[in-house]
C-alpha cells in the first residue's frame, strides 16, 4: 500500500468511527451499565424486603449451585436449579429446531412469490407483533385448553376420544414459543433465500443432485447465514423467554426467566437473581461460542 | 465424428401459457443431433434456443413430441437422471465450494469413489488449465476463469452431450475468440457432442460442424457452415447468415427476368415470381456498356481496408451492395453518380423459396 492509500484508509476509518459514535455510546450506556450493576449485585448481600444491602457476600453464587442444607449444616447440590438450567437450555433447542422446521418452507415460499405479492406476505408475517404478547398468549391457552377449539374439532372430527391434555405441560409451552418466536426465525431466513440464485438449484439438478442432495448440498449451504441469524434470534431470547413459560407452563414448568423473577420477587433474594441472569448470560455467550465455530468448522470442511 | 444420432427432437412442441396468451416457443421442431458433432443452435433472440435447450436438459417437459437420447426416450425423465450436463450463461458456479468442489460435484453426486473423483478432477483442471485455482473460491476468478470452471464442472461427469447456452456472450470480445479455439479444442479432445447456442452468426460459422438456424420457434435450416452460407433456404437464412442482396423476377427460359429488363442467368427451379439471393461478393461491377450487364448508379462506398464496399441503385430503385477487394493505391476507385454495370458470379445466385 502506498502511503496515499494508507492516508485515505486511515482517514476512512477515522470518520467511520466518529459516525459511529452516537450509537456506540448508547449500546455502551444501556447494555454494558446495567450489566455491570446486575453483575456488583450479585456479590451483595439480600435485603430484608428485597433490595440488596451493600455487603460484599458470595451467597448470591454459591445459591447458583448449591443448597444450603439446615439439617445437616453442609452444601448439597442445587438439582432444582441445575434441573430448571437444562430444560431451559433443551425448550430452547427444540424451539429453534421447530422454527427452522416450519419457518423454512415458510421463508421459501415467500421468496418464491412475485415481488409484489411478497411484501403482502411479509405483512402477514408481521401482523403477530401488532397485539401483546400477554395477550396472544393466552389466546394459545384458550385454544389448546380441554374445551378450546383445538380439542373441540379433533373430538368432533373424531381423531381422539377424549380431549388431549395440553395445558401447563411442555408441548403448550413449545406450541406457544414456537408461534412467538417464528417471525424471528423466518425473516432473516427470507432475507437470505431472497438473495439465493435460483438458477443454481438446476445447476445442481443437472449435476445428479437429488432433491435432497440439493438441499442439503446447495441451499443449506448458502443461506447458512440466514440460518445462523434466525437460530441466535431464536434461541437467545427462548433461554431467557417469561411470558410464555408463566403462562402456558403455568408457573409449574419453570424456566430460567421465571426462577429469575421469582428471586426478584418473592424469594427477596436479589443477588441470587442477579448472579442467576450472569449465569444466563455466561451459557448464552458459550452456546454462540460453540455454535459459531461448529458453522464455520463444518463450512471449512465444505 | 460418426452418423450415429445421440440427440433427436421429434415434433416437438413447447408453450408457454395457455389459451390466447400462449407462446408457441418451439413449434412443430424436429432435428437429430449427431454422435459427437458440433452442433450450433443459432438463431435472433427470442427464437426458442434456449427452450430447446432446455428441454433436451429436462429443465422443461416438450408440450408434445418426444425427444431422444441414443433412441431411448428421455422426455420424462428427470435433469438428474440425463447423461447430459450444462454450460450455463449466468455459469451458475456453487458460490460456497471452491473450484475444485465445483468440479467435483457432479461426479460426488453419482456416488463414484473418492479416488477417481480426485483424479478426474485434476485431469478436468488442467485440461482448462486452472490447476493453479483449484483452492480459490469462485468469486475471487476473473469472468473467462469462471468460464473455464463452468466448462469443467459440466465436462467431468463425462455427459454424451454438452448443452453451452451462449457461453461466451459474457466474455470481451479478445477473450471470446481465445474461448472459442479452447472451446473447440475441448470438443476435439473429449470427444463429446457440443449442442452450443449463440445469436452470433460469425461464431456458428466458424466453430461448428452443423448449424440449425432458427426462427420463431421454427427450425429453418439444419447444415455444415458452407451450406448455409452458399445455399440458404429461404430469405430469413440469407439475411440472417452474411449480407446478402435480394431480388424479386419473374422466371423466363433460362433465367429470371428483373423488373428493369435484365434477365439474370439462373436455373429456377419454379415458374412465377420467385426472389433471387446474390452476396456482395458475388457481385462484379463492370463497364457501363458491356454486353448482358445490369446497368446501375454509384450512391455510396465504405472503405473498410482490405474490401470496398459500394451501394448501388437499379434503374428501379432496387438497392444492391458489391464488394470489391480494394486495389493496391485505391486506383480505380468509384465516385457517387457514376454509371456501371453489374455482373453476378455464375453458380453464386440463389433462388429462395419466398
Ligand atoms: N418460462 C417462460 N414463460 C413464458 N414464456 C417463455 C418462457 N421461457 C421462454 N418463453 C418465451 O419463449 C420464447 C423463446 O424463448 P427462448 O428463451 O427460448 O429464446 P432464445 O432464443 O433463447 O432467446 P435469447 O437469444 O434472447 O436468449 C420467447 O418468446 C420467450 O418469451
Ligand atoms: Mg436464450
Known sequence: ??????????????????????????????????????????????GTHGNVEWVFSLEGWRGVLFDHDIFEDKLVLADGNLTIFWRSVKLSFITTVLTFIVGFPTAWFIATRSPASRAGWLFLITIPFWTNLLIRTFAINQIIRNEGVLNTLLLKAGLVSAPLQLTYTDTALLIGMVYVYLPLMVLPLFATID?????????????YASRWQVLRRVILPIIRPGIVAGSILVFVPCLGAYVTPRILGGG???????????????????????????TLLVIVTIALLVYVKAISGERKNG | MTDEVTISARNVVK???????????????????????????????????????????????????????????????????????????????????TVAQNVAFGLQMLGRPAPEVKATTERMLALVKL????????????????????????????????????????????????????????????????????HDQEEALTMSDRIGVMSHGKLQQVGAPRDIYTRPVNRFVASFIGETNFLSGVTEGAGVRLP???????????????????????????APGEAGAIPATVTGSVYFGTDMNYQLALADGTEIEACVVSGVTGEGALSKGEQVGLRFTPGAVQVLED
Open chain 1, 252 to 278: 409449574k414448568n419453570m424456566m430460567i426467566g421465571n426462577f429469575i423473577e421469582l428471586q426478584f420477587g418473592q424469594g427477596k433474594n436479589w443477588p441470587l437473581g442477579a448472579a442467576l441472569s450472569v
Open chain 2, 131 to 198: 490447476e493453479a485455482m483449484a483452492g480459490r473460491k469462485t468469486s475471487q476468478l476473473s469472468g473467462g476463469q469462471q468460464q473455464r470452471v463452468a466448462l469443467a464442472r459440466a465436462l467431468a461427469p463425462q455427459p454424451k452431450v454438452l448443452l453451452l447456452d451462449e457461453p461466451l456472450s459474457a466474455l470481451d470480445l479478445k477473450l471470446r475468440k481465445e474461448m472459442q479455439v479452447e472451446l473447440k479444442r475441448l470438443q476435439t479432445e473429449t470427444g463429446i457432442t457440443f449442442v452450443f447456442v449463440t
Open chain 2, 15 to 97: 408453450a408457454f401459457g395457455q389459451g390466447n396468451a400462449a407462446v408457441r416457443a418451439l413449434d412443430d421442431v424436429s432435428l437429430d443431433i449427431r454422435k459427437g458433432e458440433f452442433f450450433t443452435l443459432l438463431g435472433p433472440s427470442g427464437c426458442g434456443k434456449t427452450t430447446l435447450l432446455r428441454l433436451i436438459a429436462g429443465f422443461e417437459m416438450p408440450t408434445e413430441g418426444t425427444i431422444l437420447l441414443d433412441g431411448a426416450d428421455i422426455t420424462t425423465l428427470p435433469p438428474n437422471r440425463r447423461p447430459v450436463n450444462t454450460v450455463f450463461q449466468s455459469y451458475a458456479l456453487f458460490p460456497h465450494l
Open chain 2, 260 to 286: 428493369v429488363g435484365a434477365v439474370v442467368p439462373v436455373d429456377s427451379p419454379r415458374a412465377g415470381t420467385v426472389t433471387l439471393a446474390v452476396r456482395p461478393e458475388h457481385v462484379r461491377i463492370v
Open chain 1, 1 to 46: 500500500m502506498s502511503p496515499a492509500e494508507e492516508a485515505v484508509r486511515r482517514e476512512n476509518i477515522k470518520s467511520a468511527w466518529q459516525l459511529s459514535a452516537p450509537a456506540l455510546l448508547v449500546l455502551t450506556v444501556a447494555a454494558v451499565g446495567p450489566l455491570l450493576i446486575v453483575l456488583v449485585y450479585s456479590f451483595l448481600t439480600p
Open chain 1, 195 to 207: 438473495r439465493f440464485d435460483m438458477r443454481l438449484l438446476e445447476a445442481g439438478y443437472d449435476l
